[in-house]
């Protein structure tokens, strides 16, 4: 299928590693101007700055002559977790909604004003099955994506008078450094004679969360957001779009 993205110019936001460098590297494959933000620096077309900062995000955001379509990849968890929600104390909340939801409304208010000007374009954002089920792991995670769900909605309204589609993109289990922290902070509960290793963790974990029983891959994320940029999608907007291997199922 050919996407027509070539020459277009996207703004990956947590483009260092994991799914947003995937998807860097995705559209750079489809002959796309991308240039990435992210806290750290892990290839020449990023530039380093904290998402959470609106004032950051906006000069990222002016140094776009032209932009057409904006990716948020950056999420966090607490570094804690749940099992029940009360092992957090409520201090634990205020810097994962910071980076995963204030950190995406930064780029989107950053963001809206160029693409309206060009009356083209759209917006990702990646969220979590976590957000659709109440995910117990690590509640103010699973909250903040619910929060950004509700919000790529809200602004899919605003901005689809202006020729600007706005969806989400919900990974299940993506073997990047994100679910090796889940897999540590766990193990560190644990008596050491029952401690497994990623691999072994990661292989039972799968087998039962996923319907297909194997977990997906950052590339994955690279199609569908090339996809949901092209205009082949030019009818979708507003909508969660799972990649989960059947993790969630919606009616
Ligand atoms: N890996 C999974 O299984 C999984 C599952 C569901 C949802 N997701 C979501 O997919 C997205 C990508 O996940 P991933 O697994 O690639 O994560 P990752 O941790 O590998 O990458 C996240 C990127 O965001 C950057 N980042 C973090 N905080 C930042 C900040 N304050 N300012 C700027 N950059 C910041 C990191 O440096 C990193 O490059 C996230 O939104 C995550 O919540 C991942």
Redesign the pocket.
Known sequence: MNLNLSGQSVAII?A?????RAIAEGFIAEGCHVRGF???QSADFITT????SYETVKSFAAGFERVDHVVF????GSGKFGFPFWNLEPSDWARVLD?NLI?AVNVAHAFAPKLIERGAGSMLF?V???GQIGSQTDPPYSASKAALINFTQCAAKDLGPHNIRVNALA????K????QSIWAAGQQKLPEDQRVSFDDWAAEKIKKVSHLGRWQMPDEYAAMATFLASDHAKNITGQTINIDGGQVMHA
Request: with cysteine; hydrophobic share 40%; glycine share 22%.
């Open positions: 947590g260092a590693r994991g799914i947003g992210d806290r750290e700055g904290d998402v959470t990849c950056v999420g966090i980076v950190g990646l979590s099955v976590a990974p299940g289990m993506v990047t450094e994100l679910n």
